[in-house]
């Protein structure tokens, strides 16, 4: 294939898919085969191993990353009458999620470098009413969690981690995951851990919210029948464990590809300083890039651009929540959050999967340069 012609999808699961496919398809046809369809072995065989990879006492999957974040909240008792702090700049679920709890959804701006919660701001958020703070890890890269922790012990406010987009990821050699009372994952299919379908875990280190955790995801039973809490229907399929189970087994290995491409896409498009900002990381972090998120003034021009040429981007998030119709009952303002509004107009994601190969990141960079 010619340079000129490359086709850069944003991300590519049917590779991925090829690359494991003799790996995955005895598994499926045994759990079809066995009719195991709802939790079992499998689902409990997959919790253990996804809390030992994250190093957490228990961890308990959903059927979603908005389900384990809303479970994850009702599992600390949080509800109506109650505020809980996160970022402006997240996907809408992190924000739904507290919402249907019944709580108030308590937003602050994010900082200019890193996208993530700018904690200076949080300190102004808190008051009689907030009972926790849920820091996205977003894009893949840790939120600062030492001043976070000290500021939750401060105000006694628990923590609960949307790491939806960071699995595996690490701030002083801890895996995301583990600093919050209790955390969320989403299995969503283009997670750099990803189901075939929709699945989500929360992962802690308590064994009362373990507990209440398997009560809340299955009708509120302990026993079959026996109900003794007002709970949901938020199961992982057992089919969606056997794939994941397979998955986490080259989790390490694809975040590692992932850092490597990041390496190059910032050493490649450092020729385009002034033009194009890239990706800044805090120390001590390992980031696991499940986005590389570049800013630039040309954002919608060079998007256009990048497709005309087969090149396939995102933008995470083009409309900030407080400006989304559906939290206008939330009462914020447009200005309100200067560094997530401007931001949302210049961010740009560049394709990033574990498969991307040294020449697609060239031809990228390359047509960038030819659009700036
Ligand atoms: C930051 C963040 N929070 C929450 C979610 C919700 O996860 P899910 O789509 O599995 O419900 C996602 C992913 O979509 C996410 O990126």
Same mark, same amino acid.
């Given at each position: 294939?010619?340079?000129?012609? $490359?086709?850069?999808?944003?991300?590519?699961?049917?590779?991925?898919?090829?690359?494991?496919?003799?790996?995955?398809?005895?598994? $499926?046809?045994?759990?079809?085969?066995?009719?195991?369809?709802?939790?079992?072995?499998?689902?409990? !065989?997959?919790?253990?191993?996804?809390?030992?990879?994250?190093?957490?006492?228990?961890?308990?999957?959903?059927? !979603?990353?908005?389900?384990?974040?809303?479970?994850?909240?009702? !599992?600390?008792?949080?509800?109506?009458?109650?505020?809980?702090?996160?970022?402006?700049?997240?996907?809408?679920?992190?924000?739904?999620?507290?919402?249907?709890?019944?709580?108030?959804?308590?937003?602050?701006?994010?900082?200019?470098?890193?996208?993530?919660?700018?904690?200076?701001?949080?300190?102004?958020?808190?008051?009689?009413?907030?009972?926790?703070?849920?820091?996205?890890?977003?894009?893949?890269?840790?939120?600062?969690?030492?001043?976070?922790?000290?500021?939750?012990?401060?105000?006694?406010?628990?923590?609960?981690?949307?790491?939806?987009?960071?699995?595996?990821?690490?701030?002083?050699?801890?895996?995301?995951?583990?600093?919050?009372?209790?955390?969320?994952?989403?299995?969503?299919?283009?997670?750099?851990?990803?189901?075939?379908?929709?699945?989500?875990?929360?992962?802690?280190?308590?064994?009362?919210?373990?507990?209440?955790?398997?009560?809340?995801?299955?009708?509120?039973?302990?026993?079959?029948?026996?109900?003794?809490?007002?709970?949901?229907?938020?199961?992982?399929?057992?089919?969606?464990?056997? +794939?994941?189970?397979?998955?986490?087994?080259?989790?390490?290995?694809?975040?590692?590809?992932?850092?490597?491409?990041?390496?190059?896409?910032?050493?490649? $498009?450092?020729?385009?300083?002034?033009?194009?900002?890239?990706?800044?990381?805090?120390?001590?972090?390992?980031?696991?890039?499940?986005?590389?998120?570049?800013?630039?003034?040309?954002?919608?021009? $060079?998007?256009?651009?990048?497709?005309?040429?087969?090149?396939?981007?995102?933008?995470?998030?083009?409309?900030?929540?407080?400006?989304?119709?559906?939290?206008?009952?939330?009462?914020?303002?447009?200005?309100?959050?200067?560094?997530?509004?401007?931001?949302?107009?210049? +961010?740009?994601?560049?394709?990033?999967?574990?498969?991307?190969?040294?020449?697609?990141?060239?031809?990228?960079?390359?047509? +960038?340069?030819?659009?700036?």
């Amino acid at each position: 294939m010619s340079k000129n012609s $490359l086709k850069v999808p944003f991300v590519d699961l049917k590779t991925q898919y090829q690359d494991l496919r003799s790996e995955l398809e005895p598994r $499926l046809k045994k759990t079809i085969e066995d009719c195991h369809f709802i939790l079992g072995e499998s689902v409990n !065989s997959f919790e253990k191993e996804f809390a030992d990879y994250c190093g957490t006492e228990y961890a308990v999957s959903t059927s !979603s990353g908005t389900a384990a974040l809303f479970l994850a909240l009702s !599992s600390l008792g949080i509800g109506k009458g109650d505020e809980v702090i996160t970022a402006a700049n997240t996907f809408i679920a992190t924000v739904l999620a507290i919402h249907y709890t019944g709580a108030r959804p308590v937003l602050v701006d994010v900082e200019e470098n890193t996208y993530n919660l700018d904690i200076n701001k949080v300190k102004k958020a808190i008051n009689k009413k907030t009972r926790a703070i849920v820091p996205v890890h977003l894009y893949g890269q840790p939120v600062d969690m030492q001043p976070l922790l000290k500021l939750a012990k401060r105000y006694r406010l628990k923590i609960v981690e949307d790491a939806c987009q960071a699995h595996g990821a690490e701030y002083k050699g801890r895996k995301t995951g583990t600093f919050g009372d209790v955390s969320a994952f989403s299995f969503y299919p283009g997670k750099n851990l990803g189901a075939y379908g929709d699945g989500g875990m929360v992962v802690t280190n308590s064994a009362r919210i373990k507990d209440k955790m398997l009560m809340l995801r299955d009708y509120g039973q302990k026993r079959k029948y026996q109900h003794l809490i007002k709970g949901f229907n938020a199961r992982l399929d057992t089919i969606q464990a056997e +794939i994941l189970r397979v998955k986490l087994s080259h989790l390490d290995r694809w975040n590692e590809s992932r850092r490597l491409s990041a390496k190059k896409y910032n050493f490649l $498009l450092n020729n385009l300083d002034g033009y194009v900002i890239t990706p800044s990381q805090i120390p001590e972090v390992k980031h696991v890039w499940h986005l590389y998120v570049i800013r630039t003034k040309k954002r919608d021009v $060079l998007q256009r651009y990048l497709k005309e040429n087969g090149i396939f981007t995102g933008i995470h998030y083009p409309i900030p929540i407080h400006l989304q119709p559906a939290f206008s009952d939330l009462g914020y303002k447009k200005g309100e959050f200067p560094v997530t509004e401007k931001v949302a107009g210049e +961010i740009l994601s560049l394709p990033m999967y574990p498969e991307l190969r040294d020449e697609q990141i060239e031809y990228v960079v390359k047509k +960038i340069e030819g659009c700036l």
